[in-house]
């Protein structure tokens, strides 16, 4: 970790505070803190429907920084991204050049019901930044199925017999294909990583994308405790590569993977209990063959 990341990592600055919502071992707050201290109080996050949006407000407001509450936006399920983009003009206008709009979103209106909206904001190339926050399910209304719902895991809407069968959206490489200015992966296992490409975002104009694997503790059925060993292991098996995209064509792969076997990390979540060996050498095949490809588009060029 360099000196700068260090500094990042360790600062007192502080913009998220208990008592919140979230359910206890859940990783979107961590994210949030993350998220916050690099942004600043000069933030406007604009929420919808998700776990993100009523926890941050009750039992309290609890984005607040010297007293001072961070300005929270509610907004219907499909539509952050069009409100993030008219508040944005609407801070331009008055003169403002400073504010960041931020969009945080679930999976849910991310990869699904705000996917048009989404498409459109970024051929636009708005100038806001774009979160998921990705638990790879509609967890707060019961854990559905969504289209980041990975190959063979189980939800309240794909039970057993009949896990999810498709496999997982890419959508950081859809974001990328719009040219956008920058897009990237992030986890809270990386800190250091995850800050820097905040930092990133932050000073560049035009449309970002940041997209977070935040493992849900309940729906995904592993203890309190590891939610934070799951998000590690998500990358050292390279389920969750950690990459940064520039203008859509340069790809770097911010944090080496150790390539650890996928078994690690399905074998601690219930919902990938019903795997059979068979089904997992699959799911190494499918982590592999996204790998390379990832690799070789790295490497493209060099």
């Known amino acids: 970790m360099s000196m700068t990341e260090a500094l990042l990592k360790y600062t007192d600055e502080e913009y998220i505070e208990p008592p919140h919502g979230f359910c206890a071992g859940c990783s979107i707050p961590l994210a949030l803190r993350w998220f916050l201290k690099i942004m600043g109080e000069k933030t406007v996050l604009a929420m919808p429907p998700g776990c993100a949006a009523p926890s941050v407000l009750f039992p309290k407001p609890s984005l607040v920084h010297k007293g001072k509450r961070i300005k929270v936006l509610n907004t219907p399920f499909g539509s952050v991204v069009i409100f993030s983009g008219g508040l944005k003009s609407a801070y331009v206008l008055r003169g403002d050049m400073e504010t960041q709009v931020v969009a945080w979103a679930g999976d849910g209106a991310t990869f699904d019901i705000g996917f048009a909206a989404l498409s459109a904001s970024a051929d636009r190339n708005e100038d806001i930044i774009y979160v998921c926050y990705d638990n790879e399910a509609y967890q707060n209304t019961g854990g559905q199925r969504s289209s980041a719902t990975p190959w063979q895991a189980t939800t309240t809407t794909n039970p057993l017999p009949m896990p999810k069968a498709e496999q997982k959206k890419d959508i950081v490489l859809i974001m990328a294909a719009h040219r956008i200015p920058y897009a990237a992966t992030l986890s809270v296992a990386y800190p250091g990583d995850f800050m820097r490409k905040v ?95 990832l690799q070789y588009l790295a490497n493209y060029g060099k």
């Open 199 to 293: 930092m990133k975002a932050k000073q560049t104009k035009g449309f970002r994308f940041l997209h977070i694997l935040t493992p849900c503790v309940a729906a995904w059925r592993f203890p309190v405790r590891l939610g934070i060993k799951i998000s590690r292991l998500a990358v050292q098996t390279n389920v969750f590569p950690l990459l940064e995209i520039e203008s859509g064509c340069k790809i770097d792969i911010t944090v080496n993977s150790k390539g650890l076997p996928v078994e690690e990390y399905v074998k601690i979540q219930g919902r990938y209990r019903h795997l059979t060996q068979e089904q997992i050498v699959q799911l190494q095949a499918g982590v592999e063959q996204r790998w390379n490809q």
